[in-house]
T-cell receptor
Framework: AQRVTQPEKLLSVFKGAPVELKCNYSYSGSPELFWYVQYSRQRLQLLLRHISRESIKGFTADLNKGETSFHLKKPFAQEEDSAMYYCALSGVGYSTLTFGKGTMLLVSP | GAVVSQHPSWVICKSGTSVKIECRSLDFQATTMFWYRQFPKQSLMLMATSNEGSKATYEQGVEKDKFLINHASLTLSTLTVTSAHPEDSSFYIC????????????FGPGTRLTVL
């Protein structure tokens, strides 16, 4: 069975501090990993996916198959980064997503 | 970008009544639509996957006779909560996926259902 684990419910940092939101997964095949973000009173939206290898809003995430992790990182957090972040997984060729429980990121001034 | 709408955005109903929630892809054809349920401060739980013109695939533990899903066209899927009870109160979110955009889902804004 596939599973996504986000160990932190809440991560609180000060503006300018580095951020790392942890995500570990369990999947027997080749996974596709995603990070979704939900800002206050807005819909869920895709932040980035591992196959794109891109940086969005300063965030990056590297798929580490050895550690089965896909941690989300940003070197300098901004107040506007405060949101709920969900790590999600699907199998290659499949469209169904399995979500982690989410981590609330709070960036204080 | 791809836009998904839901209607209504919130609904209050009496116990025992049925409620229909619509999910529309506004500017693209969605071959697959997904229905999720989200409890307060919790993650999204996939309820079912529907493909246009075929029966929905329900996740384990989701009652298909209670949560009726119809995906009649490439731009519209509906979720009907039949004989709603207070425990059905939740936030229901749909998403839509397209061919050619590998595994990307576009999410609707959600529908808040409160059953009295």
């Amino acid at each position: 069975a596939q599973r996504v684990t986000q160990p932190e419910k809440l991560l609180s940092v000060f503006k300018g501090a580095p951020v790392e939101l942890k995500c570990n997964y369990s999947y027997s095949g080749s996974p596709e990993l995603f990070w979704y973000v939900q800002y206050s009173r807005q819909r869920l939206q895709l932040l980035l996916r591992h196959i794109s290898r891109e940086s969005i809003k300063g965030f990056t995430a590297d798929l580490n198959k050895g550690e089965t992790s896909f941690h989300l990182k940003k070197p300098f957090a901004q107040e506007e980064d405060s949101a709920m972040y969900y790590c999600a997984l699907s199998g290659v060729g499949y469209s169904t997503l399995t979500f982690g429980k989410g981590t609330m990121l709070l960036v204080s001034p | 970008g791809a836009v998904v709408s839901q209607h209504p955005s919130w609904v209050i109903c009496k116990s025992g009544t049925s409620v229909k929630i619509e999910c529309r892809s506004l500017d693209f054809q969605a071959t697959t639509m997904f229905w999720y349920r989200q409890f307060p401060k919790q993650s999204l739980m996939l309820m079912a996957t529907s493909n246009e013109g075929s029966k929905a695939t329900y996740e384990q533990g989701v009652e298909k006779d209670k949560f009726l899903i119809n995906h009649a066209s490439l731009t519209l899927s509906t979720l009907t909560v039949t004989s709603a009870h207070p425990e059905d109160s939740s936030f229901y979110i749909c998403s839509a996926g397209t061919k050619g955009v590998h595994n990307e889902q576009f999410f609707g804004p959600g529908t808040r259902l409160t059953v009295l």
